[in-house]
């Protein structure tokens, strides 16, 4: 059964920096590529950041591109997003996420995501 648990949500100030964390089991973690998508208070699922299984191509939303960054440590099952200069628009629940068959998949009703995490730009 695949698990995902999100980490690293918090308070944050516009202009600040986030680091979240999803530790992942029940799958083969190297072999699946994954995602992290958000949700705002009041709209739909976002599809925000997707990594290959290797680690080697990562891929962004306009709206975070050179903002943020997604990595993974498969060595530890671990997923990461570096978020940097971030704006109040940000505020959302963050999600680690991935698909099924472990294909890179970019609309975020498909897949399967953890808990999330709450991060809140605010002054």
């Known amino acids: 059964e695949v698990q995902l648990v999100e980490s690293g949500g918090d308070l944050v100030q516009p202009g600040g920096s986030l680091r979240l964390s999803c530790a992942a089991s029940?799958?083969?973690?190297?072999?699946?590529?994954m995602s992290w998508v958000r949700q705002a208070p009041g709209k739909g699922l976002e599809w925000v950041s997707g990594?290959?299984?290797?680690?080697?191509?990562?891929y962004y939303a306009e709206s975070v591109k050179g903002r943020f960054t997604i990595s993974r440590d498969n060595a530890k099952n671990t997923l990461y997003l570096q978020m940097n200069s971030l704006k109040t628009e940000d505020t959302a629940v963050y999600y680690c996420?991935?698909?099924?068959?472990?294909?890179?998949?970019?609309?975020?009703?498909?897949?399967?995501r953890g808990q999330g995490t709450q991060v809140t730009v605010s002054s």
């Open positions: 996420a991935t698909y099924y068959s472990g294909a890179l998949v970019t609309d975020p009703s498909q897949l399967l």
């Open positions: 029940g799958f083969t973690f190297s072999s699946y590529s």
């Open positions: 990594i290959l299984s290797s680690g080697r191509s990562t």
